[in-house]
């Protein structure tokens, strides 16, 4: 089974940093999944423009590749201006509904404010209830104050929430397996 964690933008490292530390608490205590870390940062995706995805190249062809390999995801976001990133938005956009179909997605976000956290569940669990995905009822939001000086995660309380979310996508995932053959046709 593969996690693919995605990391939702091009600016910044705190989104980056709590998807690594989410993909590393997978890896320690589920040695059997293979975890990889899609950081946007890292490849020029084109911008959507309507047209079949597979005539895409390049990094946006990887990058919709990538996507589409996953058995699951644990997906992050900034939020900017009350709303998750273009570049995420992008990449749903590039990638066909189907990928995501009966998969189980589990969600991070990164924020300023503490109210900020309502994107998760005002606008990004709402697109994978249109992608016909498997959400975990956790998620993690991680506020500024939450990182040291050093851009390090040190609050408690985050750290047992990423626990917990890794723990809730894997059981999910395993849980899911064994009967996704009943829901392939649907």
Known sequence: MKLLGISGTITGSKTKTVIEKLLEEVKNNYPEI??????????????????????????????????????????????????????????????????????????????????????????LKPIAGYFRAYVTPGSVYVQHDHFNAQGELVDEHVLERIANLSNEIVSMQKALKGNRHEYQHS
């Open 34 to 123: 293979e975890v990889e870390l899609l950081d946007l940062k890292d490849y020029k995706v084109e911008f959507c423009d309507g047209r079949d995805p597979s005539t895409y190249s390049g990094d946006t062809k990887k990058v919709i590749d990538l996507v589409s390999s996953a058995d699951f995801y644990i997906i992050g976001t900034p939020i900017f201006q009350g709303s998750l990133t273009g570049a995420l938005k992008n990449l749903f956009d590039l990638v066909p509904p189907k990928v995501f179909r009966n998969k189980v997605i589990g969600f991070a976000a990164t924020g300023g404010t503490y109210q900020h956290y309502l994107v998760i569940e005002n606008q």
